[in-house]
């Protein structure tokens, strides 16, 4: 990793709606120095290179805007992927999961050809199951292979939770964990406003709060993002700003806490397994798992979740076979 003045380089496989929400997002927070685009379509990664540069004028900093092919990988210190097949109408996620793994074998063989030896950090859904892809494909480290996990998820929740309490959501404290999707969860036990858990809040004020509501802020964050597509087709200004969130922490070797994805190595009683939990980022990725004081009925949920993400993955590898 670079730093002390020197360039910090991100490389964006695929420049679709969020591949791109995420390079406007680091253009406007100037987040990197230098920033490459990388498209099977090059032509469109020409064109969304000149947009951005045209706006430099106006940034935070003067970024290096370019778009590249997979050997511009090599110096990178992060390579996002963004890159993927889209679901068909009536596909089965089993059939897309091994349409978007031939994808990622295409992408991240040259990558690694090319000499990469930075951080994956994938966006690509469903992004346990591919963060899984490429950390299997790659051989790196676990720690060095991240996907955008319940980032997003979290950000939605902390946001309904400070609309319906009425306090800044940057000073409420709760996590989605699990599967990015519908089996993902949240750990009651664990949320706070301030330093008072949100359980001892709703039992103090029972005529304004109840715990039903909070079941029902659950849903709509996990319902979310189809009512997003339902609406405009599609999401990634959110996915976008979560990304540059997680580049930061990774930059600044911040050591801060995001819900990303990441492999479990028997915490929560799960093995081997890529999902959606509280970790501490900085420089090298993943520095370490922030395991959560669940209770027993939370601990199964997350296993339940766990437990179907496993079984997605090998369906996928014996469709594979």
Known sequence: MKDNGF???????????????????????????????????????????????????FAKTNMKIYSGEYKDCADADIVVICA??????????????????????????????????GIFLVATNPVDIMTRVVWQLSGFDSKKVIGSGTTLDTARLRYLLGEHFEVDPKNVHAYVIGEH??????????????????????????????????????????????????????????????????????????????????????EYGVTEVFAGVPCILGRDGVHEILTLHLTPEEEAKFQASCKLLNEVWKESCLADS
Not at 90 to 113: A, C, M, Q, T, W
């Open 84 to 117: 993927g097949v889209s679901q068909k109408p009536g596909e089965d996620r089993i059939s897309l999961l091994h349409r978007n793994r031939e994808v990622f074998k295409s992408i991240v063989s040259p990558i690694l050809y090319a000499g990469f030896t």
């Open 181 to 266: 999707g519908d089996s993902e969860m949240v750990p009651w036990s664990q949320a706070m406003i301030g330093t008072k858990p949100i359980e001892e809040i709703i039992e103090a004020q029972k005529d304004r709060f109840s715990v039903e509501s909070l079941e029902s802020i659950a849903q709509d964050v996990t319902r979310a993002a189809y009512k997003i597509i339902e609406a405009k087709k599609a999401t990634y200004y959110g996915i976008g700003l979560s990304l540059v969130r997680i580049v930061k922490a990774i930059f600044g070797n911040e050591n801060s806490i995001l819900t990303v994805t990441t492999m479990l190595r028997g």
């Open 7 to 57: 360039t910090k380089k991100v490389a964006i496989i695929g420049t679709g709606f969020v591949g791109m929400s995420f390079a406007y997002a680091m253009l406007c927070d100037g987040t990197c120095d230098e920033l490459v685009l990388i498209d099977i379509n090059k032509t469109k990664a020409i064109g969304e290179a000149m947009d951005l540069n045209h706006g430099l004028a």
